[in-house]
């Protein structure tokens, strides 16, 4: 009998956009596909706005008939889209959004293979398409103004541009994943952060003076316009940049300057592709791997001075918050996101326009993103992290409903402790902000975390899904829940947002601290109040809740 001769690339590829359609509904084979494609365009509706907003900028005439300006833009946008784009693993800590990296290990399928596969079908996901459309909007506004020759090249210049920032992208989402695998991912971490700390201490904030003035002049015309034109000149010198540059050789019918830029995006994407492979093959080396053991972590019986069954949930719950791989991750990225606000000057652009209330609002916002990141990460999907271990939550001599109480109390308390931390870094880094500031911010964070733990525990119930603790995929949310969890912390932030609003820019007073401070114990009361709802729902979905979270 004759082997099945093994799928082709093409096969491949269709194979994981058909996992990533059917996951991103966390659909089985009972359920329609339109449902998926529906969801996948709904998520990328946005990029249709936002390609039509920066197609249009490059039509307005100050901007067309500018000899620097239309350049300046894509450059700048170029190097945007590249950097969100590479750094987007880090940043929303998406470290188990690609499941072929783990669950595709054991298939017959090279690793080279399954490289070249999971970077071109990253391209065509949601978010690939929304961070894209700025820049393919500007493009084509600048095309249809300055007509560019060989527009056959332009194109292919697109896809190496794209090809490009996706293949770096996978050196940031093998990175970090190979960080997260080691036993001492929390040093690793906790070193990088340091040295990225150090390192920033001796690079010079840029100098937005120049901005600022001409603002504060009222025209663009007040710019010393060789700053814009260096700037340009400096961004198509970077490889991201090499996409804009060439647009501007091939408008001007400079082919072999366009063509030296086609092979600069070629040959750094196949650098970036070279080191993605080669952090692959560690990956995947690495696999089979769980993670380190209880005797490994060093800890000595933390249950053994515990008094009571609740208490020892609360333990329990707390270790495994502190060993969780992304939660190491999403720990780090406030404070990175504050190192490159000063090294890019982001408070004196938010001091010009928000004036005295600057501080207040990029304080509360990053304390805010902190708490927003721990929390609703972990109580909107709370009971996967158990896997297995539920069932014998469940035949144990507890109440499922001290779980549940548990896990709200050390993820509100991570999310707290969090924004503490953020606060009290962003103070001594900047050296600003009042104490009036800091009491806002942290109120602000009371007021979202009651709203977080209560969306969370109806989406655990209504919409629980598998988790793999030793950093497989689990599966993704489905839309209507991600969409759900988007709205509850829009709520949450929302007392934040109107009091600084009616603050306006003369900074925040008593009256702004006091209203946030309402809405706080109004979100506190509301929380209590849903709670013994949540605990009955519990128990009458606690079968659902573990089919679910148990499934292979």
């Not at 501007?248 to 030296?260: D, F, I, K």
């Not at 109004?522 to 079968?543: H, I, S, T």
């Amino acid at each position: 009998m004759n082997r099945p001769a093994a799928p082709g690339f093409f096969r491949h590829l269709l194979l994981l956009w058909g996992l990533r359609l059917n996951i991103g509904l966390n659909s089985g084979s009972g359920r329609s596909p339109l449902l998926a494609v529906g969801a996948f365009l709904l998520s990328s509706a946005p990029a249709w706005g936002l390609g039509v907003t920066f197609y249009g900028l490059m039509r307005l005439r100050p901007v067309a008939e500018s000899g620097v300006w239309p350049f300046f833009i894509l450059n700048l946008l170029c190097f945007v889209t590249a950097a969100v784009w590479v750094t987007w693993p880090l940043m929303s800590a998406g470290v188990d959004d690609h499941s072929e990296l783990s669950r595709y290990a054991p298939f017959p399928i090279s690793s080279f293979r399954l490289l070249i596969a999971s970077t071109v079908a990253s391209l065509f996901e949601p978010r690939a398409l929304v961070f894209y459309a700025p820049l393919t909007g500007a493009a084509l506004g600048y095309a249809s103004v300055h007509p560019v020759r060989m527009q056959w090249f332009a194109l292919v210049l697109y896809v190496l541009f794209a090809l490009l920032n996706a293949a770096w992208s996978r050196v940031g989402l093998h990175l970090v994943l190979n960080v997260l695998r080691e036993k001492h991912s929390a040093e690793i971490l906790g070193g990088g952060f340091l040295l990225f700390l150090v390192a920033a201490s001796f690079i010079p904030p840029i100098d937005t003076s120049w901005l600022t003035t001409a603002i504060g002049d009222g025209s663009v015309d007040k710019l010393d316009m060789a700053i814009i034109a260096d700037a340009t000149i400096a961004l198509g010198r970077v490889p991201p940049g090499f996409f804009g540059d060439a647009l501007l050789e091939l408008s001007y019918g400079y082919r072999r300057n366009a063509l030296a830029d086609g092979l600069g995006l070629l040959f750094f994407t196949l650098v970036g592709l070279g080191i993605a492979y080669a952090l692959l093959l560690r990956f995947h080396r690495g696999a089979g791997r769980a993670g380190p053991s209880v005797k490994e972590s060093g800890d000595n019986d933390p249950f053994a001075r515990t008094r009571s069954r609740y208490t020892t949930l609360v333990v329990r719950e707390a270790l495994d918050l502190w060993r969780n791989p992304r939660a190491r991750l999403l720990a780090s990225v406030p404070f990175v996101l504050a190192i490159l606000m000063k090294l890019t000057s982001g408070r004196a652009l938010f001091e010009f326009l928000l004036g005295a209330s600057a501080d207040a609002w990029l304080m509360g916002g990053l304390c805010i993103y902190g708490a927003v990141v721990m929390a609703s990460t972990f109580s909107q999907n709370t009971f996967a992290y158990d896997g297995h271990g539920l069932a014998l939550l469940i035949a144990a001599p507890v109440e499922l409903g001290d779980v549940l109480r548990a896990k709200n109390l050390v993820q509100g308390s991570a999310a707290g402790v969090m924004a503490l931390l953020v606060g009290l870094f962003y103070r001594v880094y900047f050296g600003r902000g009042s104490a009036l500031d800091f009491l806002c911010a942290m109120a602000a964070v009371v007021a979202v975390i009651p709203v977080l733990l209560a969306a969370g525990n109806f989406l655990s119930l209504y919409f629980p899904v598998k988790f793999h603790a030793s950093l497989k995929r689990r599966d993704k949310l489905p839309l209507t829940a991600s969409m759900l969890g988007i709205v509850a912390a829009s709520v949450g932030c929302a007392p934040f947002v109107w009091a600084l609003r009616f603050a306006g820019t003369s900074g925040p007073t008593g009256q702004t601290l006091a209203m946030i401070a309402l809405c706080a114990a109004v979100n506190g009361v509301m929380y209590r109040a849903l709670l013994p709802l949540a605990l009955r729902l519990l128990d009458q979905r606690r079968e659902l809740v573990l089919r679910a979270v148990t499934r292979e």
